[in-house]
């Protein structure tokens, strides 16, 4: 019986774990530089950004679809860029069987308690910085990252600068950037249910982001 019990405790534990992915570092707003070089028109119907959200008794999925947004390229080499998430498209993908309760967390997610659309139907990232990836001795999870990238997150107006690998290819006229990451959202002002004290109502403070960025030369 108390092996029964550890197991049932062991992956209740594991619920609430975010995916297995690289944590973004994060720090204090930084400067923006203007981008050089050629400029990149993201392509908004490509490109999308997928969220995972997990708690003791699952996880869902969803994602967000894409504003606007440029890069720009120099030598081969992204010089800066920005692009702008349309919050308010938020869509989860893992009930759509399920129309009330696809509708219902949609709903949740849209209002004051997590990004609050009404108000802020729009984010922002705006990159402060691209290195060559070079590994420093600590464990990547992302295979075959090539670069680096910090960015100013910004969400409900509040700005935050990350840190995560990506793989950058950039082929023809055509850009393509992935990258996959956790981040905290408490960080962003959400912070409903990520007392751990509430157990089986928690909704873990990280999510993961997964990214995928199309653009073509101007």
Known sequence: ??????????????????????????????????GEGNVYNIDTNRSAVQWIG??????????FKLQ???????????????????????EDVDLAADTAMKNKLERELKSALFFDVAQYPGAEFAITGVQEFRPDGTEVLLKDATHTIQGNLTIKQITKNITFPAKIALVNKEIEATANFNIDRTLWGMTYRADKSLQDKLINSMVNIQFTIRAQRQ
Do not use: N, W
Request: glycine residues 8%.
């Open 68 to 90: 606007s947004g440029t890069l720009y390229v120099k030598d081969s080499t992204v010089t800066g860029g920005k692009f702008v998430i349309d919050v308010a498209s938020l």
């Open 54 to 63: 997990t708690k003791p008794t699952g996880k869902h999925t969803g994602r």
């Open 1 to 34: 019986m108390m092996r029964y019990t550890l197991l049932i405790l062991l992956l209740a534990m594991a619920c609430q774990q975010a995916p297995k992915a690289d944590e973004a570092k994060i720090a204090d707003a930084q400067s923006v530089q203007e």
